[in-house]
């Protein structure tokens, strides 16, 4: 029976369990990232285990997220970070440089390898045919100190791609067509595996953008195979020796497959304020727009700069629009400048902005009072752009930069004007943002710990019983960005979770925090899909802070589980989905005998408030239940509990 591509670098990394879908199997990881929104609380974490030198063969520390510097917090958390990788053995990738993907698939990224980042668009290393999967920060932590990462075996779902882009259609629009297909759901618990001849005809960065918006599916991972146009790619980063060729077997079998024709795709956006809420641009129609926001991890590339300043060059941004551009590298916009492109970006009216994540996670370039903004990012949340009434649409460069100019969204395949193609070149690497350790190893360098940095939260043991409040009870696809928001005013606090804490669930439901002090240990109850989106892990820790023990949902997404988890907080499924309709905010939950309870699959939990008991299933595999039992992961790690 032939194999898929996913399952082939799997097995060759497997060290534990059995190659069965669902089961819990352990994999070697080669390399991991980080980013410092995530990583202050990876780092705390790698020394709260004593950690000496990575295990890893290649562990990197970017700084792309909390870059503006309004005060000394986002500094001082760069300088801790920095300290740390050199003590133990990672790279640290200076402020400037860019975007956590775009730089590991520029500089790092080998066809084959394993990859555990802190971020959850860290699969777009799958564009260049490595399992790159995204977690919550502990793990990686744990995955720098002993090489390994545990998780559930997913399934693997082919996309089976044929026919080849026409211009002005482009890989946004393959991966909203696939959002739009399997929504924000379709993809949890498995792997998406690209296949067919339409792959051929999309360069490694389209099939990062693909691979990066599977986070937007749920799942674990998105791979494509590595051919030639993987080869022409790293030759580009001047990497060719990096290059293997890989690929499913031609009998490979598939959990389940789609097909997408992409002869068949023209321009889709994203409208508000959900990722898989996709219509044709043409449908949506010429709405008026008032922001456009370019770069972020999914659309950042030199191809995609090159193709909009292709647009721009010798016209005007609407007067009524502010363009904003942030390229995803140093590399990237060194070559715009030397080449010209930049100039006809800045000539256009372009916003030029720091490579760094900026607008796409709400640091800075907030769109006006009910604005539409399009951006060629991959989350449009309500919300997350920092303004509370904006209406966010996701689409293409092209679209993006069309509409620019329009002042209204608009189709450029309708339009009928001539795009021209971008052929790959070579770009000079820049180099002076690395910086590289020097191998002086642990007692070399001391930790740089300015005054913002708290230590991270911690559980204690499961108690015999569990009593919880029920403090908040939410709908359907609840994101980390609705438990834990971000935005410039609160990442500077990612290193100080009891501040971090009082905003936590705060545009849902403000008086959260404060209620969850009042009654002492509590309980959030959610719809499908709780916990969508981000890996951060605050959106754990500063629960856990606020004493919430126990989350009971319809289902979970698989990075928030792992966290809860991680932070010994219970997730529990409803065995009968309509027990979500009896529990009220307010009601008491008692769950009796709970270390006994935990070790079965489903438990029962009692209502004190009407009397009513139900079932919920536990499903924790054998290392989630030690983790429970011991009030988390670091306590299982450090042996208390
Ligand atoms: C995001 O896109 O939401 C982030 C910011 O990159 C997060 C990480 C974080 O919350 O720090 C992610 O996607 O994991
Ligand atoms: Fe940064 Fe946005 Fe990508 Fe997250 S999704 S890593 S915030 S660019």
Redesign the pocket.
């Known amino acids: 029976m032939g194999k898929t591509l996913a399952y082939k670098i799997i097995e060759g990394h497997l060290t534990d369990g059995e190659m069965s879908p669902g089961s819990e199997i352990t994999i070697r990881v080669d390399q991991t990232l980080t980013q410092d929104?995530?990583g202050t609380m990876v780092y705390l974490q790698l020394e709260a285990m004593e950690a000496e030198k990575v295990k890893t063969e290649l562990s990197v520390a970017y700084v792309d997220?909390n870059t503006l510097q309004n005060g000394f917090e986002n500094a001082d958390d760069h300088a801790f970070i920095e300290s740390v990788a050199k003590r133990h053995g990672v790279i640290f990738s200076k402020p400037g440089n860019g975007i956590c993907h775009q730089l590991h698939l520029e500089n790092y990224g080998i066809p084959g390898k394993t990859l555990l980042g802190s971020?959850?668009?860290t699969p777009t290393g799958g564009g260049l045919g490595m399992i790159a999967i995204?977690a919550g920060g502990l793990d990686v932590a744990v995955a720098m100190a002993q090489g390994r990462y545990t998780f559930a075996l997913p399934r693997v779902l082919n996309v089976e791609l044929s026919g080849r882009l026409r211009p002005w259609a482009s890989a946004k629009d393959v991966i909203l067509r696939v959002l739009e297909i399997l929504t924000v759901k379709g993809g949890v618990g498995k792997i998406i595996e690209y296949t067919g001849e339409g792959v051929t005809a999309l360069s490694v960065t389209d099939r990062a953008t693909i691979t990066n918006m599977g986070a937007e599916l749920g799942a674990t991972a998105s791979i494509f195979p590595s051919d030639e146009n993987t080869r022409a790619y790293l030759k580009s980063q001047g990497r060719e020796n990096d290059y293997v060729p890989l690929a499913a077997d031609a009998d490979a079998v598939y959990d389940e497959r789609i097909a997408v024709n992409l002869s068949e795709l023209a321009p889709l956006a994203a409208k508000p304020h959900s990722p898989d809420n996709v219509s044709g641009v043409a449908e949506i129609g010429p709405i008026k727009v008032d922001q456009v926001a370019i770069g972020s991890c999914t659309n950042s590339s030199y191809a995609d700069l090159m193709k909009v300043a292709a647009i721009l060059r010798g016209r005007s941004v609407h007067p009524e629009v502010s363009l904003v551009v942030s390229p995803g590298s140093s590399r990237i916009l060194s070559k715009l400048a030397a080449n010209g492109a930049l100039a006809d970006m800045i000539n256009a009216g372009a916003r030029v902005i720091e490579n760094a994540?900026g607008p796409?996670?709400g640091m800075g370039q907030s769109p006006k009072s009910g604005a539409v903004s399009l951006r060629t990012f991959n989350?449009n949340f309500k919300g997350r752009s920092g303004t509370a009434d904006a209406q966010v649409y996701l689409v293409s460069p092209e679209t993006a930069a069309i509409s620019a100019v329009k002042g209204v969204l608009t189709d450029g395949m309708a339009s009928g004007e001539a795009l021209p193609e971008i052929q790959a070149e070579y770009l000079p690497p820049v180099t002076s943002f690395l910086v590289y350790p020097d191998g002086s190893g642990k007692s070399g360098t001391a930790v740089a710990m300015g005054p913002n940095i708290k230590p991270f939260p911690r559980n204690e043991p499961l108690p015999g019983e569990l009593t919880v409040t029920v403090a908040l009870k939410a709908g359907d696809n609840i994101t980390t960005d609705d438990i834990m928001p971000?935005d410039s005013r609160l990442l500077p606090f990612r290193s100080n979770v009891p501040y971090l804490a009082d905003y936590c669930f705060e545009k849902i439901d403000p008086g959260f925090a404060a209620r969850c002090k009042a009654v002492g240990p509590c309980a959030v109850v959610g719809g499908g899909n709780y916990g969508q989106?981000?890996?951060?892990e605050h959106a754990a820790l500063a629960p856990l802070h606020l004493g919430v023990r126990m989350v009971l949902a319809k289902s979970f997404a698989r990075i928030h589980r792992s966290n809860l988890i991680n932070s010994g907080i219970l997730p529990l499924l409803f065995a009968d989905p309509e027990d979500y309709s009896r529990l009220a905010e307010g009601h008491v939950l008692a769950l009796r005998d709970a270390p006994g309870q935990i070790l079965r699959e489903s438990l029962r939990v009692e209502n004190t408030s009407t009397g009513e008991v139900y079932e919920l299933l536990a499903g924790f595999s054998e290392q989630e239940k030690a983790m429970l039992l011991a009030g988390g992961k670091i306590n299982l790690i450090r042996g208390r509990g």
């Open positions: 929104s995530t997220h971020d959850s668009h995204g994540c796409c996670i989350r971000s989106g981000s890996s951060r």
